[in-house]
T-cell receptor
Framework: ELKVEQNPLFLSMQEGKNYTIYCNYS?????LYWYRQDPGKSLESLFV???NGAVKQEGRLMASLDTKARLSTLHITAAVHDLSATYFC???????????WGAGTKLIIKP | EAGVTQFPSHSVIEKGQTVTLRCDPI?????LYWYRRVMGKEIKFLLH????????ESGMPNNRFLAERTGGTYSTLKVQPAELEDSGVYFC??????????????FGSGTQLSVL
């Protein structure tokens, strides 16, 4: 059974700091997603990573994928308060959106 | 462009009652998905519609759950009778195609279901 583990599950940090969220998964997969959710809002797609070594960046967020290690990271650079949210990774084993989700990382960035 | 909308945003019912959740996908999106997040657990896939047909309903927990998508537009998810363990957030999502590189999945804001 495919499992996805995220860590940490909770992260409180100061503005201006850097940090990384980790996403490990247990079997091979076609694609990996990162989503963001603000309280009471939709899940917003951040990145889709398709191949080994893929790296994508949007503003202060950068996601990477190592399919050999079955690991994806979401790196936050010089965090700002607006990035406070819950971040999920999800693995799409067969490219059919039967997503297997991590538990989510609740990120709080203090001014 | 309107996003995926779900109704209601919150529902509080008693055990044994029936509840129907509705999802309106983005116009033109043939693919519609239901997921749910039970308290303290990960988000889980429930089922996938392509137009009005159920492509995959392997994630439906039991026969108390019935999903429909008549006419291939909006979808409903009925829980009858509801049990305590059905409490959670039910998400709907839609996409235009499946398996296409960089194709995005668009989510609604979810329905928070509380069964008392």
């Amino acid at each position: 059974e495919l499992k996805v583990e995220q860590n940490p599950l909770f992260l409180s940090m100061q503005e201006g700091k850097n940090y990384t969220i980790y996403c490990n998964y247990s079997t091979t997969s076609d694609r990996l997603y990162w989503y963001r959710q603000d309280p009471g809002k939709s899940l917003e797609s951040l990145f889709v990573l398709l191949s080994n070594g893929a790296v994508k960046q949007e503003g202060r967020l950068m996601a990477s994928l190592d399919t050999k290690a079955r690991l994806s990271t979401l790196h936050i650079t010089a965090a700002v308060h607006d990035l406070s949210a819950t971040y999920f990774c999800a693995v799409d084993k067969d490219s059919n959106y039967q997503l297997i989700w991590g538990a989510g990382t609740k990120l709080i960035i203090k001014p | 462009e309107a996003g995926v909308t779900q109704f209601p945003s919150h529902s509080v019912i008693e055990k044994g009652q029936t509840v129907t959740l509705r999802c309106d996908p983005i116009s033109g999106h043939d693919n519609l998905y239901w997921y749910r997040r039970v308290m303290g657990k990960e988000i889980k896939f429930l089922l996938h519609f392509v137009k009005e047909s159920k492509q995959d309903e392997s994630g439906m927990p039991n026969n108390r759950f019935l999903a429909e998508r008549t006419g291939g537009t909006y979808s409903t998810l009925k829980v009858q009778p509801a049990e305590l363990e059905d409490s959670g957030v039910y998400f709907c999502a839609s996409s235009q195609e499946v398996g296409v590189t960089n194709e995005k999945l668009f989510f609604g804001s979810g329905t928070q279901l509380s069964v008392l």
